[in-house]
């Protein structure tokens, strides 16, 4: 039998990978990042062992430093520095994984795209399947020469809370939001303190682990019967949301697998939208 194709376009497989390693112009990136309940350090855990030459890339740190509000999107000036001394150029092909297999990869995967890299791809399983299949790595940080980086702004593909207001009162642009259930419904309590759970009214609920399966993307069928019993009419503009802009990249990498690319991605997601009680919220 054939192998299965990828989920996505932007998938590749770790034997494509593994193939190219020694490519100047592919640059492996590991995204890893972990929500703070689960007590885990990505950057530790990528100094103790990551795919050989992959450099770090860390959303808390290349991320907005004038807002109280994790891990917010820098401007392009930012990015394109922070980027160039990764060791990233103009050009490059560029292989995001994280350790959990699709978790935080797409944001950064979705990051990168925002600011321009039209060659960014996301590693199929991860880390996960990497290390299930024995393949090499290696410890300690990795320093490449710095390249020269330029980077654009796609700033309709990012969300504020205007948009989502007027999404929410017209309905001509669904909010869909990638949190769990029972975060959504306010039965269970944010992995931020004090912030309240629940949702904005009128959001619609796909949950991003229902589009992950062992750490890997679902077939495309599934992701649209997904999303079609959420209520969601993926032929209607989309905006993603959750927590705090990272499961958020989860739905859009999703519906891009079947053809669907939303709208924007709200970045300040429901951190920002929880924390301002001029904001409506309701619980189920």
């Known amino acids: 039998m054939p192998p299965t194709p990828p989920a996505s376009r932007w998938l590749v497989s770790t034997e494509w990978l593994a193939e190219r390693l020694d490519k100047p112009d592919v640059v492996v990136v590991d995204g890893s990042y972990h929500l703070s309940t689960t007590n885990r350090d990505g950057h530790a855990e990528y ?161 991003s682990a229902k589009l992950v399966e062992n750490g890997r993307l679902i077939a495309p069928e599934r992701i649209g019967a997904a999303f079609e019993q959420a209520g969601v009419d993926v032929n209607k503009p989309i905006i993603t949301t959750c927590g705090s802009g990272v499961t958020a990249a989860i739905l859009w990498f999703a519906l891009d697998a079947i053809g669907k690319q939303p709208q924007s991605l709200y970045d300040g997601s429901w951190t920002e939208w929880a924390s301002r009680p001029d904001l409506p919220k309701e619980r189920q």
């Open 47 to 207: 100094l103790a062992g990551h795919i050989p030459g992959a450099v770090f890339f860390d959303i808390e740190e290349i991320a907005d430093r004038f807002t109280d509000l994790p891990h917010m999107l820098p401007g392009p000036d930012q990015f394109a520095k922070a980027v160039s001394a990764l060791g990233i150029g103009d050009g490059d092909t560029v292989v995001v994984y994280d350790a959990l297999g699709l978790f935080s990869a797409p944001r950064v995967w979705w990051t990168f795209r925002i600011f321009g890299v039209e060659k960014v791809y996301i590693l199929d399983g991860g880390l996960t399947k990497w290390k299930a299949e024995n393949r090499p790595l290696e410890s300690g940080p990795i320093e490449r020469e710095p390249r020269p980086f330029a980077a654009s702004m796609n700033t309709n593909a990012v969300a504020i809370v205007d948009e989502i207001l007027l999404a929410l009162s017209t309905r001509e642009t669904q909010v869909v939001d990638a949190r769990s259930a029972e975060r959504f419904a306010g039965t269970a309590p944010e992995p931020r303190p004090g912030l309240p759970s629940g949702h904005m009214p009128g959001a619609f609920n796909v949950p």
